[in-house]
């Protein structure tokens, strides 16, 4: 059974830092990323990343947020800095099976960032 599970959501003034854990289990994953929705807008992502390392990040988050992953952990991270009160949403946690090449969510954890 394939399980992802977040964790590291906050509340946090805008200008701080947070970091968000996603611990996957039940198989290889080929990709795995974070996902963000905020009330009323669509699910968007913020940034992916493959096992080899090769990383994609939203324009929007690009120099203040960084993506990393531990493969020996199956667990993906997503390191957010100067914060801005835009970047309050929900996170989800998104990984894709090497085979078969199934998507899987996490449940979602709060960032609110305070102006």
């Known amino acids: 059974q394939v399980q992802l599970v977040e964790s590291g959501g906050d509340l946090v003034q805008a200008g701080g830092s947070l970091r968000l854990s996603c611990a996957a289990s039940?198989?290889?994953?080929?990709?795995m990323g974070w996902y963000r929705q905020a009330p009323g807008k669509q699910r968007e992502l913020v940034a992916a990343?493959?096992?080899?390392?090769?990383?994609n990040i939203a324009d929007s988050v690009k120099g203040r947020f960084t993506i990393s992953r531990d493969n020996a952990k199956n667990t993906v991270y997503l390191q957010m800095n100067s914060l801005k009160p835009d970047d309050t949403a929900v996170y989800y946690c998104?990984?894709?099976?090497?085979?078969?090449?199934?998507?899987?969510w996490g449940q979602g954890t709060q960032v609110t960032v305070s102006s």
């Open positions: 998104y990984a894709k099976g090497l085979w078969p090449h199934n998507d899987y």
């Open positions: 990343i493959t096992s080899d390392g090769s990383t």
């Open positions: 039940g198989t290889i994953f080929s990709i």
